[in-house]
């Protein structure tokens, strides 16, 4: 069964410390995508990665971090940098040439 | 750059009655058109999408969109709504090319009245 996954669902961390949210797929797309959603304010691009070894900045990549060591992996760091952590994290993917893009279910990460 | 404006951040709806979401849409370059619906702590699912020829689109769940190029506009609307519609429904445009990320509305809440 083709899909997205995100672990975990809910995440609890200490300010000041970095924490690292998962995003597999086995969709065998290309481009991968991690979006951040706060309440009223629809979803915004942090990082996006075309092919494994190259990531590009997205609108609001300050604060966090990502690598693409495997085609199926897209792990996103939210560092102790990132002023305001606490949102919802949303993963996607799509093929290179498709305009399509899957998403995952959700990380809801809370920093206090 | 491109900007999506949702005119309406929250619509309420009786059931059975036809509901209409309003998204325009900013950029100097043309676009693709998506429309998104996620439900409470979810992920977003692909309504439908315009990449190019008929302006009329058809989705899922009985949705539909119309492209409008002169008034940048890419309504989505559907004839009858049911209690399980209740949902965010975000609008996305994507520039050409495709391998970038999607720029979104800020969404808006249908609310389905009994």
């Known amino acids: 069964d083709g899909g997205i996954t995100q672990s975990p669902k809910y995440l609890f961390r200490k300010e000041g410390q970095n924490v690292t949210l998962s995003c597999e797929q086995n969709l065998n797309h290309d481009a991968m995508y991690w979006y951040r959603q706060d309440p009223g304010q629809g979803l915004r691009l942090i990082y996006y990665s075309q092919i494994v070894n190259d990531f590009q900045k997205g609108d609001i990549a300050e604060g966090y971090s990502v690598s693409r060591e495997k085609k199926e992996s897209f792990p996103l760091t939210v560092t102790s940098a990132q002023k305001n952590p606490t949102a919802f994290y949303l993963c996607a993917s799509s093929m290179s040439r498709s305009y399509e893009q899957y998403f995952g279910p959700g990380t809801r990460l809370t920093v206090t | 750059a491109q900007s999506v404006t949702q005119l309406d951040s929250q619509v309420p709806v009786f059931e059975e009655a036809p509901v209409e979401l309003r998204c325009n849409y900013s950029?100097?370059?043309?676009?693709?058109l998506f429309w998104y619906v996620q439900y409470p702590n979810q992920g977003l699912q692909l309504l439908l999408k315009y990449l190019s020829g008929s302006t009329l689109v058809k989705g899922i769940n009985g949705f539909e969109a119309e492209f409008n190029k002169s008034q940048t506009s890419f309504h989505l609307r559907k004839p009858s709504v049911h209690i399980s519609d209740t949902a965010e429904y975000f609008c996305a445009v994507l520039p050409p090319g495709g391998a970038d990320g999607l720029t979104f509305g800020k969404g808006t809440h249908l609310i389905i009245q009994p």
């Open positions: 950029s100097s370059v043309s676009v693709y």
